[in-house]
């Protein structure tokens, strides 16, 4: 039987930055590779696994509409352009 302290909930799980979580989510995998956890940790670590894989996803989304794109206009001042993942495609590399 799982201990309750061994059992993430959700709503318990604090906010944490993008690199703790990534860490987090690299010993959580380790885990479950390993497949000696009895059923009902697996399936904690798991859900605490999409939890926190959910949680990198909303703050790269955030970061990545605080990324602007800087370019040089004709009369030298500089312009700033909210970066898009579309216009990253279609520019040319220099």
């Known amino acids: 039987m799982v201990s309750e302290s061994e059992v993430v909930h959700k709503e318990n ?13 690299e010993q959580l995998i ?10 009902e940790l697996s399936l904690a670590r798991y859900e605490e696994g999409m939890t926190r894989l959910k949680n990198c996803y909303a703050i790269l989304e955030s970061v990545e509409k605080k990324i602007v794109l800087l370019s040089k206009r ?10 898009s993942l579309d216009q990253a495609k279609n520019q040319k590399k220099v």
């Not at 030298?76 to 970066?83: L, V």
Request: net charge negative; hydrophobic share 25%; proline share 9%.
């Open 30 to 39: 380790n885990e479950l590779e390993r497949g000696d956890l009895p059923l």
């Open 74 to 83: 004709e009369d030298g001042t500089i312009q700033e352009t909210p970066f």
């Open 13 to 25: 799980q604090p906010k944490e930055n993008f690199e703790t979580s990534v860490k987090r989510l």
